[in-house]
């Protein structure tokens, strides 16, 4: 089992991360952008290569030898993923997608939305998520937004409630939202999934900053619709996801086209088709059958290491990181951090978002900390995480600014961020993650420190911004 100590690494997490993520090490790399992508261990890599070269295995919708041996390992990827949400294989299907987005993609455009539901939102989604509305509205279907009032930018529960009146007629429509933001490391209640089901809808869970470093039991959360990259749990593969779904609500989904693979019987000559029966109505053309199976692999090796001590892991690099950040100060006493979301680590995850202040208490641009850290092999992310309303109650704008900035046209991003008076076009997320060490966590907390204490940064040469 991992281990993590306050006072520093244990052997084994020492001998995990050479033996592991040694690659870090040998091309000092300071790796911290965990939430944008795991780091895939050298054994899982190899696993892969044994793998595809010591068979043979071929299109899995077929019944010869080499599709045999695809299909047989893609029941088992799906079995091992019911497994590690310890969902019910009677009650839960599991959908293989090119990643988190285009399962949300498969709801979305499936969904029943009508003139009678709505669509729920917090503000604080993914824009992956965000995207639902627009087959909602194309159905006449309410869009309704919660919005992020509490200072650490969480939903208060009575405009939860609110957004979701009890009525008759079911399913009232459907609520989504992320277990863990990808912005500011916050986690929302898994219990909104059962009250939001209790006034009868539909709840889509977004696991993809969730899953990689905390365990999500499906026997006890039972959300309709839940959506994992595998890439971020445990690096590779990359083009794999999960939608992992109730039979009674995916069965309740009208797809708006079918494709290889969906169907059991079509005519062209009739124009009629029938789909599929299961979760592989949904999988569209052939599905990565080279790749699925170490879905498989890395289930197993995580599972080796257990997710408990992940968690414990990397929430005790989390802490000393948001630890030494509060501690950043400028001669002159003013606080280095502005912190976006949870300064603690009470109720939240491993992401954790913030600006930099100069000596003046003004915000450093996001560039220039991409930039310098960049120089040091520190890679980190900057912007808004494709995340605009948690983005939005972070800088404090309201939707009067960002009307009235939007009424006239503008050319450019940096045009617009000017328009709108902000000192910066996002934040700075820093994430570790299981191949973390503490000597990142300090690389990055000196990095800080020397970079901008009682400094005013170069802001020449800045590339301009090109979306956010």
């Not at 802490?319 to 950043?328: A, F």
Request: hydrophobic residues 40%.
């Amino acid at each position: 089992m991992l281990e993590a100590q306050v006072s520093g690494e244990s052997r084994t997490v020492t001998a995990m991360r050479a033996a592991e993520f040694g690659y870090l090490d040998d091309g000092q790399h300071v790796y911290l952008d965990h939430t944008g992508a795991g780091l895939p261990p050298r054994s899982l890599l190899q696993g892969h290569v044994e793998r595809i070269t010591g068979n043979c295995f071929g299109n899995p919708h077929s019944e010869n030898p080499t599709s045999m041996a695809s299909s047989e390992l893609l029941s088992q990827a799906r079995a091992a993923v019911l497994r590690h949400f310890n969902a019910d294989p009677a009650e839960y299907a599991v959908v293989f997608t090119p990643n988190a987005s285009g399962a949300l993609r498969l709801v979305g455009e499936a969904y029943p939305f009508s003139r009678g539901n709505r669509l729920v939102l917090s503000a604080d989604n993914h824009n992956s998520v965000n995207g639902i509305r627009e087959y909602a509205r194309a159905a006449h279907a309410k869009v309704v937004y919660v919005p992020l009032n509490d200072p650490e930018l969480r939903v208060d529960e009575r405009d939860l409630f609110d957004a979701l009146p009890i009525r008759r007629r079911r399913p009232c429509g459907l609520l989504a939202y992320p277990a863990q933001s990808n912005f500011t490391g916050v986690q929302h209640p898994l219990e909104w999934v059962a009250a939001a089901r209790a006034r009868g809808y539909d709840v889509l869970l977004d696991a993809a900053a969730f899953a990689p470093t905390n365990p999500l039991d499906l026997s006890l959360v039972q959300p309709d619709f839940t959506v994992v990259s595998w890439y971020k749990v445990f690096g590779y593969p990359t083009g794999v996801g999960s939608l992992i779904a109730r039979k009674e609500a995916l069965a309740r989904l009208r797809r708006p086209w079918f494709a290889g693979g969906t169907i059991r019987i079509v005519s062209a000559l009739a124009q009629w088709h029938l789909l599929a029966d299961d979760e592989t109505a949904f999988e569209d053309g052939t599905v990565n059958f080279l790749s699925i199976p170490d879905v498989s692999a890395g289930l197993e090796w995580i599972d080796g290491i257990g997710l408990d001590a992940v968690h414990a892991h990397v929430m005790e690099l989390t802490d000393r990181l948001l630890t030494g950040l509060r501690e950043l100060r400028h001669s002159s006493g003013l606080p280095m951090v502005r912190f976006y979301g949870p300064a603690s680590t009470e109720r939240r995850g491993v992401t954790v978002a913030l600006n930099f202040l100069d000596r003046d208490g003004r915000v450093v641009d996001e560039r220039i900390v991409t930039r310098d850290s960049a120089r040091l092999g520190i890679s980190l992310r900057a912007g808004c995480f494709c995340n605009p309303g948690a983005g939005e109650a972070a800088l404090s704008l309201t939707l009067q600014t960002l009307r009235s900035s939007m009424r006239r046209p503008f050319h450019t991003m940096d045009e617009f961020v000017e328009r709108l008076g902000l000192p910066s076009a996002g934040a700075i997320r820093v994430s570790p993650g299981l191949a973390t060490n503490t000597a990142d966590v300090d690389a990055f907390l000196q990095f800080a420190r020397h970079a901008y204490r009682d400094r005013i940064p170069d802001t020449e040469g800045l590339i301009p911004r090109l979306g956010c």
